[in-house]
C-alpha cells in the first residue's frame, strides 16, 4: 500500500467511484436526479481529499484498491470543513435535502465508537471479481496499521452483506441503527488491535 498523491488522486477516484457508486449510504446522501453519477463523484472526490489531509488515504499496488483510514482523534481545519461542506451542498446534496443529512450524520457520530481508534472509512476495490489481490494487501495494510498502533479498528456499513465477511476478519457489531425515517440500517463495527 502507498500513500495516495496528487498523481494518483483520478486512478483513487475510479476505484472508489466503481466501488461506491451502489453504495446505500453513498446513494442516501447524494441527490437523485440526472446529475447523479457526477454528484456520487463530488461526494467521493471529497472523502477521498478529507482522508488525505489526514494522511490516511493509501492505494493497493496494483492500483486497484483503495482504504481512507485515519486516526479518529485527527481533526479537520474549520475552513477546510466548511469548503467541502459548501462543495457538498452546492454540487452532491442539494441545499434543500442538507438538514436531513446533517442531522443524519449528528446521530451516526454519536454512535460511533467513542475511545481513541483507526477510524476505517472507506475500503473499495475496482473488480470485486479480480480484486482479490487488492483486497489482501488492503486487509493485512489495515490489520498491521492497527497492531503498531495499538489502536483498535471501528467501521460502519449499510450493507449487510459485508457483515459476514467482517466476522470473519474478527470484527464484531457493537450497535445497529435501523432508521425507519431513511429505509437504512447501519451496523457500527470494531476490531481490537490484538484480535
Known sequence: MKRITTNEKAVALKVLNAAFSANPGVLYVAKKDINLLAR?????AYCLHIAMNKKG?????DNKGVVLIFDSHEKQSLLDGLRGYIKLGNDCI???RAPKIILRQRKILKMRYKPRHVYCWMIGVEDHKNGLTSIREMRDFIFDLSSRKQLPIGAETTMSENLSLYK???FSIYKTWESTQDNMTTWFIK???NA
Open 40 to 44: 456520487i463523484d463530488v461526494l467521493l
Open 57 to 61: 488515504a493509501f492505494i493497493s499496488s
Open 94 to 96: 442539494g441545499w434543500d
Open 168 to 170: 470473519r476478519y474478527g
Open 191 to 193: 476490531r481490537e488491535h
